[in-house]
């Protein structure tokens, strides 16, 4: 067991930012995770997050995946006074870290994330997990690990669709075979600056702007990474018609982009649900 006193660390955020799919809430403040293979739980109070693993591992894969050596604290005392919907953004999700994913599995991931709901992609990732995945269990708790992109290349188109991923199904299933081919280096990918990498993932099939820059943010951990879907689309249009001001976060453009994602991503589930929208700084 490991104890972390939380400084702009929420799993709750965490796990509905969009940026995860094998996150999951097993209760109150208790979460489970499955990530480069391992299964962890955490428990989060109101001071600290208790990750229930050993500090060697801790140490090993739960520290990066997590990127507790950012102090995301800078982040937010950036943003000016004066911007006060950012403030308020970033004030309601100021507890989101970007996560160090799998490259592989955000390249699936993000794919299958296309015209698709957080819901649904969940569904859809834990059943290819289920089929094509290694099953490993840990105190009990049967968990499937991703599947490989050689062990996705050998599926079948109908099997694929049998994981309710739809027409996705083919774009997987070229991009597996493409990189199980090794026409693509995931490993080098990892050493590109930014835009280098963007560009060799847009090569991918299947694989646009947005897409491209999810994968760089979440899974390569390219923090200038800015993916613009129809939330931030909103956010800018609604609130910075005089365009926005990207050189003020120069570097880790991503990081603000989550807490716009977050804040209008709540606000229109509260307004899906004939709620009155919120505009307050609590989180």
Excluded at 68 to 94: C, H, V, W
Excluded at 215 to 240: N, S
Aim: neutral net charge; proline residues 3%.
């Amino acid at each position: 067991m490991v104890k972390v006193q939380k400084q702009s660390f929420s799993l709750k955020q965490i796990c509905e930012s969009g940026q995860c799919f094998r996150m999951r809430p097993l209760g109150e403040q208790k979460y489970s995770v499955v990530a480069w293979g391992k299964y962890l739980l955490l428990e989060e109070s109101q001071r600290e997050v208790i990750f229930y693993c050993s500090p060697e591992e801790y140490e090993a894969v739960w520290f990066d995946y997590f990127d507790m050596g950012t102090n995301y604290e800078n982040f937010l005392q950036s943003i000016p006074q004066e911007d006060t919907y950012l403030k308020r953004a970033a004030a309601f999700g100021g507890g989101i870290r970007i996560l160090k994913q799998e490259p592989w599995e955000m390249i699936a991931s993000f794919i299958i994330s296309q015209q698709n709901n957080i819901k649904r992609i969940k569904k859809s990732i834990e059943l290819i997990c289920q089929k094509f995945g290694e099953e490993k269990t840990f105190e009990n708790n049967v968990y499937y690990t991703f599947p490989s992109a050689k062990a996705l290349a050998q599926a079948k188109e109908e099997e694929l669709k049998d994981c309710n991923l739809g027409y996705r199904s083919k774009y997987i299933l070229k991009t597996a075979q493409s990189i199980a081919k090794k026409e693509m280096d995931i490993e080098a990918l990892k050493h590109m600056p930014y835009l280098q990498a963007k560009a060799e993932l847009l090569k991918l099939y299947g694989v646009g702007e947005k897409v491209a820059d999810c994968i760089c943010l979440f899974g390569l951990h390219c923090l200038e990474a800015f993916p613009v879907d129809t939330h931030i689309k909103r956010v800018l249009e609604q609130q910075y018609q005089n365009a926005f001001p990207f050189s003020l976060f120069a570097g880790y453009e991503g990081v603000i982009q989550q807490y716009l994602f977050y804040y209008d991503f709540k606000k229109a589930q509260q307004k899906s649900k004939g709620a009155i929208p919120f505009e307050t700084n609590d989180v």
